[in-house]
């Protein structure tokens, strides 16, 4: 998302045709053109990862026990609005408004330009207006609304790890500096300019930036909030079953779906040939990744279990599609299905060490995002995308950051209020205890049951 | 042969069962039941207006056992289930008059 870059160098190329006017008309885009197809893929692409926050949370919802599905719901819509509101107030300014090495600026809230506000507003629009907000070559609303959606994608990643056991408000104050501080700075160093773009590190949609960071921030909390009781006994561990794996299923078809426009968009621009060529490759790159991850969760639980296991080859998708995001743009698409491969390995023989560290991840993200999402950014190293070296440095510096400061907010949050519920509480649900309320009160043990 | 009924939190049921077997006990017959005692039921929200849930879920363990390990079947299963708020049930004990294994045909504490 080498925003500024990428699109200079695409308009600079429309540009210059024009005036040089060897071009055939056909073949060059005006910088008007230019300006409509660029927001209109943030626009398209944006709505597509705002599913993604669907996704979650039917994938939660699937892996959760019934008496914990309301809350999760909850938690998913809550922390949607929550990131979003926050990356309006401060978050997208600290991330992209005048970066240094390490953040952005320290100002409160974002709006349209004063170019595009004064176009919109005038009786008749004079080409100097046009000319000035095109020149931008996209809508700065369209970019905040698509850079929205991938901070509350990383806020979702958190919220899988630690269900079934936290308190709600907790976990959204949690959120609030997740998106309003932990992301946009950290992200500040790459996409915003900052120290690692500087020295090359290279995340194309972010399997550092986003899925490493809520892998981290989840792995933090995960620690500090505890197994679920009778998660871990001293026998091993105690597998607590998902309630119902269809909707598990639903929620990571749509987040493959909601990833086209993660990948996808993340090409910033459609403005070109050059730009819609790309984002094709991009595209068939995360599908191929995914559908490599999900074969080989199949492969490896038949190996290793003697059953394949539906919710590992889900789990299988998500880690093919967090490895190939750092990047999509490999032009040997066999590449992709050997990247997509590992991350769904890696992901594979995560979950078992978790287990044995007593880290209790109820839906596995952090071996999805975390681990797969090390893999990827490294990936982009090995395969000629950048310097394997740089790639190690950038990875390092988002995990020590991340951790650190999560690890930090956790335990504030954990000495004061408490971030967990009570066991009798975990016992009855969080649906009971935080809500009030059931999911399914005319099923199983529910109350209108009978 | 004593039949012993105990009514129990839904949480609780794998530390019983491991109790019981760690004591000897061969057999265990679980339901899921819903009743009141005095811990009544509990009220819920939906959509702002509240409403009484009378009844509660509870598990029903229904267990036969050898008459010289029934005292301490019984304690078994009220200290593991217990939690010391209301709600944490109740122990019944019975006279059992003979039990029957229908595979084998043995009768009386050879059957359980």
């Excluded at chain 2, 949480?11 to 019983?16: F, M, P, Q, T, W």
Aim: proline content about 2%; some cysteine; hydrophobic content about 50%.
């Amino acid at each position: 998302m080498k925003l500024l870059k990428k699109l200079s160098l695409a308009l600079g190329a429309v540009g210059s045709a024009f005036a040089l006017g060897a071009t055939p008309a056909a073949a060059a885009v005006t910088d008007e053109t230019a300006y409509v197809l660029n927001t209109f893929s943030f626009l398209v692409h944006g709505f597509l990862v705002m599913l993604m926050a669907a996704g979650f949370a039917m994938l939660e919802s699937g892996l959760v026990r019934t008496k914990n599905t309301a809350a999760i719901c909850l938690k998913n819509i809550a922390l949607y609005s929550v990131a979003g509101i926050m990356f309006y107030l401060i978050g997208y300014n600290l991330m992209y408004v005048d970066v240094g090495s390490y953040m952005g600026s320290f100002t409160f809230l974002y709006n349209p330009s004063e170019a595009e506000l004064a176009l919109i507003n005038a009786e008749e629009a004079t080409d100097e207006m046009v000319a000035e907000v095109v020149g931008n070559g996209y809508s700065v609303m369209s970019d905040w609304f698509f850079q929205m959606v991938f901070v509350a994608t990383t806020a979702s990643i958190v919220s899988g790890t630690l269900a079934e056991r936290i308190k709600v408000w907790p976990f959204i104050i949690f959120v609030v500096i997740l998106s309003a501080f932990i992301y946009p700075i950290q992200a500040s160093w790459t996409w915003g300019g900052g120290f690692l773009a500087e020295m090359g590190f290279s995340d194309f949609a972010g399997s550092t930036l986003v899925h490493s960071t809520g892998g981290w921030a989840a792995l933090a909390g995960a620690i500090l909030l505890g197994a679920r009781t009778g998660r871990f006994s001293d026998g091993g561990a105690r597998p607590m079953p998902g309630a119902n794996l269809p909707l598990a299923t639903l929620g990571t078809f749509v987040l493959w779906f909601g990833w086209f426009g993660f990948n996808g968009g993340s090409q910033l621009a459609l403005g070109s040939a050059m730009d819609a060529s790309a984002m094709a490759i991009v595209y068939v790159n995360t599908n191929l990744a995914a559908a490599a991850g999900v074969v080989t969760a199949m492969i490896l639980t038949q190996v290793l279990y003697g059953k394949m296991d539906l919710t590992m080859c889900l789990n299988g998708a998500l880690a093919g599609l967090v490895a190939i995001t750092a990047g999509p743009d490999l032009q040997n698409h066999f590449l992709a299905l050997i990247v997509g491969g590992i991350g769904a390995a890696l992901a594979v023989f995560s979950v078992p060490v978790l287990d044995k560290l007593k880290i209790d991840d109820v839906v596995g993200a952090i071996p999805v995002h975390l681990v797969a999402g090390i893999w990827g950014t490294l990936a982009v190293g090995i395969f000629g995308g950048g310097s394997l070296v740089t790639q190690l440095i950038g990875v390092v510096a988002v995990g020590v950051f991340v951790t650190a400061v999560s690890f930090v907010v956790w335990f504030i949050l954990k000495s004061t209020i408490g971030i967990r519920v009570s066991a009798e509480d975990e016992d009855m649900g969080l649906d009971r205890c935080e809500l009030g309320l059931e999911a399914y009160p005319e099923f199983g043990r529910g109350s209108q049951k009978m | 042969m004593k039949f012993i009924v105990a009514i129990v939190k839904p949480g609780k049921l794998e530390a019983i069962r491991e109790a019981l077997v760690e004591i000897g006990v061969q057999g265990m017959t679980v339901s899921e039941v819903k009743g009141f005692g005095r811990q009544m039921g509990h009220k819920e929200i939906y959509r702002g207006a509240e409403y009484e849930v009378a009844f509660v879920p509870k598990l029903k363990l229904e267990i036969v056992v050898d008459e010289r390990v029934a005292g301490q079947a019984v304690e078994v299963i009220a200290a593991t289930a217990k939690t010391d708020s209301i709600g944490d049930g109740k122990v019944f004990v019975l006279d059992a008059e003979s039990a029957f294994r229908i595979r084998t045909g043995e009768t009386g504490p050879d059957a359980l």
